[in-house]
């Protein structure tokens, strides 16, 4: 893994046009950081910091359509977040809940489907049946995959693989000396998509933050000072610009 920041980066007022010229990553992680920070600073409830956040992964999704990214995964609600003051996890769920039925129509047209990954036995039910609901309509469409990470923590899923793992073994549908990388991946609620080639997290934080431990072994990491809120187009663009740069060995010379 590398890791790198826009701070390091010259190049300006990039193009999707120019962007497309070079290697594209199939899939890009976010970790949306930063809206609490941002709706402090200007003397708001953190609550709407969390509505302003809507609007950067929407633009995101469509720029992502635009390049050809077919895979995103966006940390939206950690496992560890159900620890937050009771008023900011409920005002969370129904912000989650209004915001699928707001933009599914949007979503569906522009052919993204939309997959939920996490535990989901503690998500209420209407936003967890909302949620579905949103995954039964777009489980057709191929042009962008977008994973949402709710109620998700990376520890836990891979817990919860290797329990799946012991349970295959006893039940004799995979020996042992078999278990390889693949099998475990397989496992994971990311198995139908590539390993991430590049993580963004917005906000100055220089934390992987229990998100896809397993997944991200050779992913290029990014990190910039953007509030998430803040975070635009021109900065996404900048982010892919800098991932072009890389040289991507994978341990090899």
């Known amino acids: 893994m590398k890791i790198f920041s826009h701070l390091f980066s010259s190049k300006k007022n990039l193009t999707i046009e120019e962007i497309k010229k070079n ?10 950081d930063g809206n609490g920070r941002w709706a402090s600073k200007r003397g708001l409830p953190r609550l709407a910091g969390h509505r302003e956040g809507v609007k950067p992964l929407k633009n995101v999704v469509r720029l992502c359509n635009d390049l050809g990214i077919k895979y995103i995964t966006a940390y939206s609600f950690s496992n560890e977040n159900w620890e937050r003051p009771e008023n900011e996890v409920s005002g969370l769920m129904q912000l989650f809940f209004e915001t699928v039925a707001a933009e ?3 979503l569906n047209k522009n052919g993204v489907r939309i997959v939920l990954i996490g535990n989901r036995n503690l998500i ?7 949620f579905e609901d949103a995954e039964n309509i777009t489980k057709n469409n191929e ?17 919860e693989a290797v329990k799946k793992a012991c349970i295959d073994i006893k ?13 475990f991946s397989s496992l994971l609620f990311t ?15 220089f934390r992987i933050s229990n998100f896809l431990l397993w997944q991200i072994a050779y992913c290029e990491l990014y990190f910039t000072k953007t509030l998430w809120p803040d975070f635009s187009n021109a ?11 890389r040289n991507r060995r994978f341990g090899k010379i």
């Open 23 to 32: 290697s594209i990553p199939k899939h890009v992680a976010i970790i949306m």
């Open 104 to 106: 599914i129509e949007d």
């Open 191 to 205: 198995r139908n998509c590539p390993d991430p080639d590049l993580l963004i997290r917005t906000s100055g934080e």
């Open 171 to 183: 039940n004799n549908k995979i020996d042992i000396k078999d278990i390889d990388e693949d099998y």
């Open 143 to 159: 042009n962008v995959v977008l994973n949402i990470a709710f109620s998700y923590g990376s520890r836990q899923e891979i817990i």
């Open 124 to 130: 209420p039910q209407k936003v967890l049946k909302r």
């Open 235 to 245: 900065e996404f663009l900048k982010a892919i610009w800098d991932y072009q740069q």
